[in-house]
Nanobody
Framework: QVQLVESGGGLVQAGGSLRLSCVAS????????MGWFRQAPGKEREFVTT???????FNADSVKGRFTISRDNAKNAVYLQMDSLKPEDTAVYYC??????????????WGQGTQVTVSS
């Protein structure tokens, strides 16, 4: 079983940047795809971006050109660099292990989430 812990969330002004981290323990994540999802109050969990074991990525249209996912297998970690943040990016952000997919159902290990709040 893999345990995932996210960190790096916080309050930032619109146009600012944050870097989220997701550190895994219990098992290596090098063979998994890793995804980032987010959930705003009253909304369903939403796909943000994913990276496969080979380093290929794809993003949701809403974050293209602004968010970048990366991984460091030596540190058993995945990162989300978020630039040009907008108030609509406000949500709890979760990382997860699973298949290279935009569907939450394709991911089976989830972290507890980290809050990102973007003020206008």
């Amino acid at each position: 079983q893999v345990q995932l812990v996210e960190s790096g969330g916080g309050l930032v002004q619109a146009g600012g940047s944050l870097r989220l981290s997701c550190v895994a323990s219990g098992r290596t994540i090098s063979t998994y795809a890793m995804g980032w999802f987010r959930q705003a109050p009253g909304k369903e969990r939403e796909f943000v971006t994913t990276i496969n074991a080979g380093g290929s990525t794809f993003n949701a249209d809403s974050v293209k050109g602004r968010f970048t996912i990366s991984r460091d297998n030596a540190k058993n970690a995945v990162y989300l660099q978020m630039d040009s943040l907008k108030p609509e990016d406000t949500a709890v952000y979760y990382c997860a292990t699973g298949r290279y997919s935009r569907r939450p159902l394709d991911y089976d290990n989830w972290g507890q989430g980290t809050q990102v709040t973007v003020s206008s």
